[in-house]
């Protein structure tokens, strides 16, 4: 594999949008600024083509810098004066595509990204395959989700919690941090956060549902719905039943 490549960073940004416009279609466009409610400049394409030009741009592998440069290069075009939703979307697929030449000192950049992130679409993956993917490789990296999982922006709170995934995923899950985390958010008023928490348990029920069981059975007085339909929808019954009975009744 290649590595360290100089890359025209200017060059292969314009290279991508180019071919995004090429493959936007205006009533797809439409229809996803619609769904997602959002103020930014949206072309129309779709996220597997979208993934496909990203992919190309780093199909051999560029030194640390020029890939932070062309991350920044994508997150920061615009058109008519607004942000480009596909720019972003790409530039989030190259960064996670090439975490792997990202070093601790890098968990900035994605922490920036996400500040100035208003949705999910940009904010999940970036949780999983970047900072999730980073804090896995350096565990120290743990204690800036510590501090996150106060933060007063909700998507920074949803952030830490969703970086746990990877663990979770891969069989060597934080359950510290997920049994704290859960306790930090358990009375949260926001959707994206209580579906957050949820789903991190559901991911983790899939391996240890003795675990989550016991999590949800003690927290089942204060569990919000969303967080417990998510958390019980893995679980083997009859212990999900009793789940469902306690918390009806509760």
Do not use: C
Not at 8 to 34: F, I, M, P, T
Not at 174 to 188: K, M, P, Q, S, V
Not at 210 to 221: C, S, Y
């Amino acid at each position: 594999m290649d590595v360290d490549v100089d890359v025209d960073v200017e060059g292969e940004a314009a290279r991508v949008l180019a071919e995004l416009r090429a493959l936007g279609e205006a009533s797809r466009a439409e229809s996803e600024r619609r769904y997602l409610k959002s103020d930014l400049a949206h072309i129309g394409v779709p996220v597997p083509a979208l993934r496909k030009v990203a992919h190309s741009a780093v199909r051999r592998e560029p030194s640390r810098e020029d890939l932070l440069a062309l991350v920044h290069t994508l997150w920061t075009a615009s058109e008519g004066g607004r942000p480009v939703h596909e720019a972003r979307m790409a530039a989030i697929e190259v960064l996670s595509r090439r975490v792997n030449v990202l070093q601790a000192r890098d968990l900035p950049v994605a922490e920036r990204l996400i500040r100035d992130s208003v949705s999910w679409v940009y904010v999940d993956h970036l949780a999983e395959k970047v900072v999730g993917a980073l804090v896995v490789r350096d565990p120290d990296l743990g204690v800036v989700l510590d501090a996150w999982v106060g933060d007063p922006y909700m998507w920074i709170r949803r952030t830490a919690m969703l970086a746990l995934l990877p663990g979770v995923r891969t069989g060597e899950p934080d359950l510290d941090r997920l049994a704290r985390f859960g306790e930090a958010l358990i009375g949260e008023k926001e959707f994206f956060i209580r579906k957050a928490l949820g789903w991190v348990l559901r991911e983790h029920s899939k391996r240890d549902p003795a675990w989550v069981t016991a999590w949800v059975d003690e927290h089942i007085a204060t569990i919000s719905g969303v967080t417990f339909r998510e958390a019980v929808r893995r679980l083997p019954e009859p212990g999900a039943a009793r789940l469902r009975s306690a918390y009806r009744t509760r």
